[in-house]
T-cell receptor, first 114, second 114 residues
Framework: GNSVTQMEGPVTLSEEAFLTINCTYT??????LFWYVQYPGEGLQLLLK?????DKGSNKGFEATYRKETTSFHLEKGSVQVSDSAVYFC?????????????FGSGTRLQVQP | DTGVSQDPRHKITKRGQNVTFRCDPI?????LYWYRQTLGQGPEFLTY????????KSRLLSDRFSAERPKGSFSTLEIQRTEQGDSAMYLC????????????FGQGTRLTVV
C-alpha cells in the first residue's frame, strides 16, 4: 500500500538557520508528491508539489525535489523565519497510486526561535 | 470564493449522541474528501465523492459514520452514537478534476466527545 514517513519533530531552529525535513514514501505506481503546511489555528495549505521524477517544487523559499531512486521528497529552506513555525506534512497522491485521496505522513512540527 | 468552509468549527457532545458536520467546497470543484486528524498525526482518509457519487470509503468509516453529498455541492458527515474515540479534527477538502489531485482544505471541525 501507500505510505509516507517523515522525520519526527519538533525541529527547533534559530532564525536564518537551514532547514531540512526528511520525507520518504512507498507507493504503487507513480505518485504526485506534496508538502502541506498547517499554521497554528489554521487549516492545511498546499506549500508545494511535484508531479514526476526529478521535478522540483518551490514556494516561499521552500524547495523539494522528487527523487524516484531514493523514494524521497525532502523539504528544504535556506533561511527560516519565525513565521515559518508550523506543522509540515508530506503527502502523496494521484490516480497512478490506485486512489484519488492523499496519503499523509504524521507531520513534523517546526519551531523557529528569534 | 472564500475557499472550503466547514461548520461548526467546534463541537462538544456527550457520548452516545449523534452529530452532523457540514462542508461547503470551492464552488467549481466536483471532488470532495473527508479526512480525520488526531493529535500528532497526519490526516487519514475517510471518504471521497465525485459530484454526488460516493466513490470510495476507508475502512476507518465504521457503520456509525455516514456521509452524503445530495446535489453534488455541500456535503454532510454524520456520526451516530458517538464514542470517545471519535474525538478528532474532521477535515474536508475539495479538488477539481482539472487540477488533478491538488486538494484545498477547510479549517476543520474539532469534535470532542465527553
Amino acid at each position: 500500500g501507500n505510505s509516507v514517513t517523515q522525520m519526527e519533530g519538533p525541529v527547533t531552529l534559530s532564525e536564518e538557520a537551514f532547514l531540512t525535513i526528511n520525507c520518504t514514501y512507498t507507493a504503487t505506481g507513480y505518485p504526485s508528491l506534496f508538502w502541506y503546511v498547517q499554521y497554528p489555528g489554521e487549516g492545511l495549505q498546499l506549500l508545494l508539489k511535484a508531479t514526476k521524477a526529478d521535478d522540483k517544487g518551490s514556494n516561499k523559499g521552500f524547495e523539494a525535489t522528487y527523487r524516484k531512486e531514493t523514494t524521497s521528497f525532502h523539504l528544504e529552506k535556506g533561511s527560516v523565519q519565525v513565521s515559518d513555525s508550523a506543522v509540515y506534512f508530506c503527502a502523496l497522491g494521484g490516480m497512478d497510486t490506485g486512489r484519488r485521496a492523499l496519503t499523509f505522513g504524521s507531520g513534523t512540527r517546526l519551531q523557529v526561535q528569534p | 470564493d472564500t475557499g472550503v468552509s466547514q461548520d461548526p468549527r467546534h463541537k462538544i457532545t456527550k457520548r452516545g449522541q449523534n452529530v452532523t458536520f457540514r462542508c461547503d467546497p470551492i464552488s467549481e470543484h466536483n471532488r470532495l474528501y473527508w479526512y480525520r486528524q488526531t493529535l500528532g498525526q497526519g490526516p487519514e482518509f475517510l471518504t471521497y465523492f465525485q459530484n454526488e457519487a460516493q466513490l470510495e470509503k476507508s475502512r476507518l468509516l465504521s457503520d456509525r459514520f455516514s456521509a452524503e453529498r445530495p446535489k453534488g455541492s455541500f456535503s454532510t458527515l454524520e456520526i451516530q452514537r458517538t464514542e470517545q474515540g471519535d474525538s478528532a479534527m474532521y477535515l474536508c477538502a475539495s479538488s477539481s478534476h482539472i487540477m488533478n489531485t491538488e486538494a484545498f482544505f477547510g479549517q476543520g471541525t474539532r469534535l470532542t466527545v465527553v
